[in-house]
């Protein structure tokens, strides 16, 4: 018996299974993707480098690298769009699910801006709290959480809705973590009675 959720082609009597969630999510992030050029361009350093209110600040403007989500293990962030692009396919050591069917591997770029402090690291200069910034990701748990949230418009720059949210890294103990965007923990607020 055919379950109904399939069908039969009338010719050949094969069975059709409807393409999966995971297989439309890859068709629909193939048409919104476009080439990159440049992997990465450096006008955020530039603009820190501009923006720099104190000379400590123009010192170490250029100090900071193009930004990934595994950077920004323990932060508080606000997604506020994303784009999703084409890498340049030179990297064999990325392994990614997110890969369209003539074989370009894909990975989203997301523009953010960091809303607390948490997160903070030694090695590396992330943006300040309220700072706007690009990062990208292939991470599999947050790449498919971002377009989820996209798709349901719960990320959209027309409308001002952002994705509030901590990214959360779980280590396996060989160095690498797996990488998940969680809710941000609420918060008890002390209040005054007047």
């Known amino acids: 018996m055919v379950s109904k959720s399939n069908d039969i082609d009338r010719e050949s009597g094969a069975l059709i299974h409807p393409p999966t969630p995971f297989q439309t999510m890859l068709r629909a992030m193939a048409m919104d993707a476009s080439a990159e050029t440049d992997v990465f361009t450096g006008d955020d350093l530039l603009n820190a480098i501009l923006a720099a209110e104190t000379e400590e600040e123009f010192w170490d403007a250029d100090?900071?690298?193009p930004l990934n989500f595994q950077h920004l293990s323990g932060c508080e962030i606000s997604v506020i769009s994303l784009e999703v692009k084409y890498g340049r396919g030179n990297n064999d050591s990325i392994i990614t699910p997110f890969v369209s069917a003539e074989g370009k591997k894909m990975y989203l770029l997301a523009k953010c801006v960091r809303i607390s402090a948490a997160g903070e690291k030694k090695i590396i200069n992330l943006p300040k709290v309220g700072e706007v910034f690009t990062a990208n990701t292939s991470a599999r748990y947050?790449?498919?959480k971002?377009?989820?949230?996209?798709?349901?418009g719960m990320i959209?720059?027309?409308?001002?809705?952002?994705?509030?949210?901590v990214v959360q890294g779980t280590d396996l103990g060989d160095g690498t973590e797996v990488l998940k965007l969680r809710p941000i923990p609420a918060r008890v607020t002390a209040s005054t009675v007047a």
């Open 156 to 165: 959209d720059e027309n409308t001002g809705r952002t994705l509030e949210c």
């Open 142 to 144: 947050v790449v498919t």
């Open 146 to 152: 971002l377009w989820a949230a996209q798709s349901r």
């Open 63 to 65: 100090e900071r690298a």
